[in-house]
């Protein structure tokens, strides 16, 4: 098969099609550190890094922003799934600070999404605990003193 439909450690795999402007931007890099061969499916548009000019904790953020996200949606066309093409995503432009720098924002970033996974986690748990405690109020399990609620 030809080198240019595999997948290495660093590509970044876009969705070429969606049924609305959020889903044209959506995109995955890819983690291959022992290099196994596999391929994309369909619907995908492979981009290969020219160099290392990018760092792969960067480009699981630089591709996120707003503006780059409008960029994706200007591109997008079609009428009730909306499709992007190789030459339109070559034309997005994103922010592109040196090596340094990159680590330092996809460091900043990630624990920033660990800490929003550690809130969502709690959350859930405290919508579990509302959703038990509803359900012992409501058979009557646990009672209110009504006389004190203001």
Do not use: W
Request: with cysteine.
């Amino acid at each position: 098969m030809n080198g240019k439909y595999m997948l290495y450690d660093g590509d970044v795999v876009f969705a070429d099609a969606s049924e609305d402007y959020d889903g044209t931007c959506k995109y995955v890099v890819v983690k291959n550190k022992d290099n196994m061969p596999f391929i994309a499916g369909l619907h995908t548009i492979i981009a290969h890094p020219k160099n290392d000019s990018i760092s792969d904790e960067y480009k699981q953020y630089c591709f996120c922003s707003l503006n780059v996200r409008k960029q994706f949606a200007l591109c997008a066309n079609g009428i009730s799934v909306y499709g992007i093409s190789k030459s339109s995503i070559e034309k997005i432009s994103f922010p592109l600070p040196p090596l340094p720098e990159q680590t330092a924002i996809a460091n900043i970033l990630s624990t920033a999404d660990k800490e929003i996974d550690l809130h969502e986690k709690h959350l859930a748990e405290l919508k579990k605990q509302k959703k038990a405690l509803m359900q012992q109020l409501l058979t009557g399990i646990v009672r209110v003193n009504t006389e004190k609620v203001i």
